[in-house]
Structure formats: C-alpha cells, structure tokens
C-alpha cells in the first residue's frame, strides 16, 4: 500500500508538538502524574477550545472536526512523544469511535458534542477480571426489569474510568454483548484507581452494584463492533508508541553525541554506535507498521485493519520497550535515576505493551486473521 503525509499533516504535527513542547514539558509531566486526576483541566480546555484536538474525529454535525484516523495518529504519535497525560486516548479515541460505531443516534446527540468540547470525559469499561481483551471474554451481566437495565460485576483497567463522567460498560444481555452508559457518579459505582507501572496513565477498577444503565444501540449482538472499537484503539496506541520510540532514540544520539569519555564522544565508540544504529533500524520500521495501520483504519477496510493493527501492536510494543530500555542503558548510571526521565519512558513502553494484550496476543490474533 502506497500511503504518504501531506503538507497539512505536516503542519498539524508541527503545531500539536509546539504546544505539547510547552504544556507537556517534564516538568509539567512529573507534576501531573504525582496528581490523582492524572490530568490538567485547564490544558484540556486548551485543546478543545484552542485547537479542537478532542473532536478531530467527531463529524461536524456533532460539533467535531471532521477529520481521519491519520490524522488521529498524527497527534497520538505527538503525545506519545511527549508523554502527555490526560484522557485523549481513552476519550478522543476509544469512546468517540465506539459511540460512533455501536451507538445510537440520541446518544450519539448528546455525548459526542460535550466530548468535542472538552466539557466531559468518556471511556470504555470492558476488561473484567480475567484480564483479557476480546468480547467472548465479557462476563458481566445486565438485568433489565421493565425495560430498565442495572448492571453487575467488576470492570478493571477501565482508562480514566476513576475521572470519566460517562462510563460505555460492556456487558452481556440474552441477545448477547451490549454497550450501556452509566454515570460516573450514580448509585452503584464504585471507583478505585489502580496501582500502576506507569504513572503517566490512570487505569482504574470499577465495581457495579445493581447500577442503573441505559442501553446504547439497538440491543442486538455488538461483540463485533466492540472489537472493532479496540482494534482501533490498538492502531492509534502503536501510533503513540512509536511517538516514545522516537523520543527515546533523540535522547540517545544526541547524549551520545555530547557525553565524552576518554576525550572522545562515547558515539564514536562501537558498542554504543551500533546500539543507537539498532535502535534507528527498529523505530523506523515501527513508524512503518504503525502508519500503514493508520491508513488502513482511514480506508476503513476492517479485514485489513484487523491483520496490520495486529502487526503494529506486537511490532512497537516491542520497539519502543527496546529504545527505552537501550536509552537507560547508553546514559549509563544517571539513566536509572529518578532524576531523568528515561525511566519514564521506560515504564510507559512496559504498559504500553500489555495494554489491549501484549504482543504475543496480538501474534496469536494475526495468525487468526491468516488462517493459520
């Protein structure tokens, strides 16, 4: 497949890495993720109002932008480079495209706009307790009393899902797996964030009790639809992965470059020149699988999407532990310190990895879409 950026795609990225450069800076990073909302309200607001990040992908009819899944990677691949924290993934991404996908249009009147906006923050809940990512895996009921549904069991690694107004449950119902919408806020809810690796990115457990839902969509069987909602989620997260590969390879040449030993730039030496020249190959052939599944989520091709999303989430899951890991190493002993910020990318690319299933899932999946 021939695919290219264009001039505005260039642009975009430009402005997107000029504000990240500026409000997702260290410093503001190591402040954020000390925090428990895991996010800046107010640079959210800015990327709404100002810059309409939220709402790229939202129809104009709902108040969006209008725009591509490419230009979707465009700017994770920026925040992935930045390691912004904030709810763009599982919000801007994630809940935009299963609204979009599986739900109904009063609901799609009413959620969509307010996500553009800023004004309120949507996520999925659809991991249960047995940790895995595909829709046979679902084990949590929905009872409907009258045409009035309540919702039980325990939803885990939900992105967001202690700050999300709105949570999109998945959930079974006779007629099979179903989205609902639940409040953040309702009776029933219990919200604990998790412990996590990675403190740039909130996960957190959601515990339903007999909690008031209201069905989105038609009711029937939407096991494809949510899968096709993660298989997006997965092309945009290799997106943002290869951001953090690239970052991590510009951290290390350029300490390569300066950093002397013995009078002489420790990237003259073989051992290090040859493990940033690795690191190049590896990151370049990243940006390659995570483009060509952008395009393909673009074209909006679902057997193709499926098999290159598969490849790009093994591919930069593995590429980006591998920069991240070999920044730490090339900045020797200040590398494992708290103080630089190697150590954050480092513990992003490990999360990165398992997050939606780690690679050998997604071999196992490829290896499905290929019959064999």
Not at 194 to 207: F, G, M, N, S, Y
Not at 210 to 237: E, F, N, P
Request: charged letters at 20%; one cysteine or more; proline letters at 3%.
């Amino acid at each position: 497949m021939d695919f290219a950026f264009t001039e505005e795609h260039a642009e975009l990225r430009q402005t997107v890495r000029r504000f990240l450069e500026d409000k997702s800076n260290e410093p503001a990073v190591r402040n954020v993720m000390a925090s428990e909302s895991g996010y800046d309200p107010q640079v959210w607001s800015q990327m709404a109002e100002q810059m309409g990040l939220q709402g790229l992908i939202v129809p104009e009819s709902y108040g969006g932008a209008g725009l591509g899944f490419v230009e979707l990677a465009v700017v994770l691949e920026e925040m992935g480079r930045a390691l912004y924290c904030g709810p763009y993934l599982s919000s801007a991404l994630i809940a935009v495209n299963a609204l979009l996908l599986g739900g109904d249009e009063p609901t799609r009147a009413e959620l969509l706009p307010a996500i553009a906006s800023g004004e309120k923050l949507v996520t999925l809940a659809y991991v249960g307790e047995n940790g895995r990512w595909d829709a046979a895996s679902i084990e949590m009921r929905a009872t409907s009393d009258g045409g009035a549904w309540t919702l039980d069991g325990i939803k885990t690694h939900v992105i967001d899902g202690h700050i999300a107004d709105v949570l999109l449950v998945a959930a079974r119902t006779d007629q099979g797996v179903a989205l609902f919408g639940v409040e953040g806020d309702a009776d029933g809810v219990r919200r604990t964030l998790l412990p996590t690796l990675d403190l740039t990115r909130k996960l957190a457990r959601i515990e339903l009790e007999g909690a008031r839902a209201k069905l989105i969509g038609s009711g029937g069987d939407a096991s494809a639809v949510i899968d096709q909602v993660i298989t997006l989620a997965v092309a945009g997260q290799a997106a943002e992965q290869v951001g953090g590969a690239q970052r991590c390879l510009e951290m290390s040449t350029e300490f390569a470059k300066t950093r002397l030993q013995f009078g002489r730039p420790i990237g003259s030496f073989q051992a290090i020149k040859h493990r940033c020249a690795d690191m190049l190959v590896e990151v370049e052939f990243a940006k390659s699988a995570a483009y060509h599944a952008a395009f393909r989520a673009a074209e909006g091709d679902q057997a193709e999407l499926s098999t290159a999303a598969a490849i790009a989430k093994s591919y930069c899951s593995e590429a980006f532990f591998h920069a991240a890991a070999d920044t730490i190493q090339i900045h020797g002993g200040m590398g494992f310190t708290w103080e630089h910020p190697a150590h954050l990318y480092f513990k992003r690319a490990k999360s990165s990895s398992v997050l939606f299933g780690d690679p050998l899932h997604h071999r196992e999946r490829l290896a499905h879409h290929l019959g064999l």
